[in-house]
């Protein structure tokens, strides 16, 4: 295997020269650094930059930590990041938590056996222990940026989704379509009071509670883990129980495709008698017939908006905690229309 040795034989210049080359760490004229160049591509040397990292006790690399990188929201924000961090000269090493707190930590003591510069953490769901750990992570030196982790702490760096935003947009849709009796469906969120669900059922009753007509709000919650199924089985009761909902929103496209199927079985036409709006805007959104109207959650900004954050705190790592918050977008498809007149 061809070392820094060999490679500065061939250039005829010593190792602490092809070090400067290759680390740009000093000055090299011209010519010996096109000599150096020269003989690392006829050499195929691979710089060992690791290795190099841990003998200085820092890296260019980046851990991003997610409960799964297999799923839709994971994997594009995940790509989003990384692409930001190499276009910065970082290397990100990818990790799974499953949702354990165990699993997690033990991915935490590997990254910072690796001497990462920094962490872009999705934490699962229990955030109790996140103080201790970024205290933990600023005495090691290494910079965190937490993802969609909930409550916000206005001591901590954070990059969310403007969940607050995204409630709005949904229930301004329905009720500038007419809408005045809606079902919403969401998941329970026990693990804390302020999570993405709860934020948008806020903000939907902050707006009827501002609506100068008065709507009636029907909630079902669920800790089903088949979203389809009880977003079908919570619509048939909804509707059956107050036929006189005219508009269902689901808090993520599954449970608004599951009252679309429930719409179809019980023979209601949507929009006429039932509009549906979902949230996500994953496949599932653009593949169902009707297609569905849903909140447009802009995970490449926001994986963009993490990575530059958490550059800037590598960068100057004095800089106060803030939190990056990004809008979200509504996208009006054929699942919603204005409310049917009794």
């Not at 930590?65 to 990384?82: G, K, N, V």
């Not at 910065?88 to 949702?99: A, D, E, L, P, V």
């Not at 033990?106 to 996140?130: C, N, Y």
């Not at 719409?263 to 593949?287: C, F, H, R, W």
């Amino acid at each position: 295997m061809t070392d820094i040795r060999r490679v500065a034989e061939v250039a005829g210049v010593s190792t602490a020269t092809v070090s400067r080359v290759i680390n740009n760490t000093g000055p090299v004229n011209a010519k010996t650094r096109e000599k150096v160049q020269q003989a690392i591509i006829e050499l195929d040397y691979r710089p060992n930059k690791l290795a190099s990292s841990l003998r200085q006790k820092e890296t260019r690399i980046v851990g991003i930590l997610q409960t799964d990188h297999s799923t839709h929201f994971s994997s594009i924000f995940a790509d989003a990041a990384e692409d930001t961090l190499f276009n910065h000269g970082f290397t990100t090493i990818m990790s799974n938590t499953y949702g354990e707190r165990m699993m997690e930590e033990e991915q935490i003591e590997f990254l910072l056996d690796m001497r990462v510069g920094g962490i872009l953490l999705r934490p699962f769901k229990d955030t109790s222990h996140i103080p201790s750990l970024i205290q933990r992570l600023e005495k090691a030196n290494v910079a965190c940026v937490l993802v969609e982790s909930y409550p916000v702490d206005p001591l901590q760096f954070h990059a969310n989704l403007n969940n607050v935003q995204g409630g709005h947009i949904a229930i301004q849709h329905l009720l500038e379509q007419g809408h005045r009796s809606i079902g919403m469906l969401l998941p329970f969120e026990p693990w804390h009071t302020e999570g993405p669900h709860d934020l948008r059922l806020a903000a939907v009753q902050h707006a009827i509670a501002k609506f100068p007509e008065p709507v009636e709000l029907h909630i079902k919650r669920h800790n089903a883990k088949d979203q389809v199924a009880f977003g079908f089985e919570a619509t048939r009761s909804l509707l059956e129980a107050s036929p006189e909902i005219t508009a269902i929103f689901g808090t993520t496209d599954l449970l608004a495709a599951g009252a679309l199927h429930a719409a179809q079985e019980m023979n209601l036409s949507v929009p006429t008698d039932l509009s549906i709006i979902g949230y996500d805007d994953s496949y599932v959104a653009s593949s169902m017939h009707p297609r569905l109207t849903t909140v447009s959650q802009p995970i490449t900004a926001l994986g963009e908006a993490t990575g530059k954050l958490l550059l800037s705190i590598i960068e100057d790592p004095a800089i106060p905690p803030r939190s990056v918050s990004i809008s979200n977008i509504l996208k009006v498809r054929d699942s919603t229309g204005p409310a049917r007149t009794s």
